[in-house]
């Protein structure tokens, strides 16, 4: 089944730095990818959902980009902040197991320091 | 109002004693999730419910029981807790094939 590694497991940047996490996938068929984010005792939330159809995907302070060829998915944080500080969760939907099953990344904590 | 909620935030549980999680939602999903997280470890799911099915991964078939009363709540069962299950476990809901919405988890401890 899916497989999905995700580097590095942990990132310290400065203020107004770039940050950027990868997740390498193993199927070539997967095609719904999410990024997830988990402030400490919170809960993961919904970061950005991305088809296939999409190498880039914009969103406030960031951009996710997709690479079929190579099969990995990158977060970058363009600017980051201390509000950036957090838990980072890649998820691709398993292709072969219908709609339900995500499989994660391991995560990536992220550090802004001011 | 995309909230998932769990309680109890935190179990303390002895080995061989169960334990009952419970997740509810308002958003009239009709899926719901459940997935056991340990430290620096991908989440990964035990179950699921799509409406009153109950799905169980292989690896975990035996290990973990669920109810679903209603469309709103779910639960987690471990019938005897073990030194391994001591974990976060995150519950989920989606609509169909739409992202999935976590609730904030319940840390158990098992001594």
């Known amino acids: 089944g899916e497989q999905v590694e995700q580097r590095p497991p942990h990132l310290s940047v400065r203020e107004g730095d770039s940050a950027v996490i990868t997740c390498t996938y193993t199927d070539p068929n997967s095609y719904y990818f999410f990024w997830y984010k988990q402030e400490p005792g919170a809960s993961l939330q919904l970061l950005m959902k991305?088809?296939?159809?999409?190498e880039i995907n914009e969103g406030q302070g960031f951009t996710v980009l997709l690479n079929k060829k190579d099969k990995q998915l990158s977060l970058n944080l363009t600017a980051a902040h201390p509000g950036d500080s957090a838990a980072y969760f890649c998820a691709v939907r398993d292709p072969n197991t219908g709609n339900y099953k995500y499989v994660f990344g391991a995560g990536t904590r992220l550090k802004v320091i001011a | 109002d995309t909230t998932v909620k769990q309680n109890p935030r935190y179990k303390l549980a002895r080995v061989g004693k169960p334990v009952n999680l419970i997740c509810s939602q308002t958003m009239n999903h009709d899926t719901m999730y459940w997935y056991q997280k340990k430290p620096n470890q991908a989440p990964k799911l035990l179950l699921f419910?799509?409406?009153?099915?109950?799905?169980r991964e292989a690896d975990t078939f035996e290990k973990f029981q669920s109810s679903r009363p209603n469309n709103s709540f779910c639960s987690l069962y471990i019938g005897s807790a073990g030194l391994e299950y001591s974990a976060m476990y995150l519950c989920?809901?989606?609509?169909?094939?739409?992202?999935?919405?976590f609730g904030p988890g319940t840390r158990l401890l098992v001594l």
């Open positions: 989920a809901s989606s609509r169909g094939p739409r992202p999935q919405y």
């Open positions: 991305v088809f296939s159809s999409t």
């Open positions: 419910y799509y409406d009153k099915i109950l799905n």
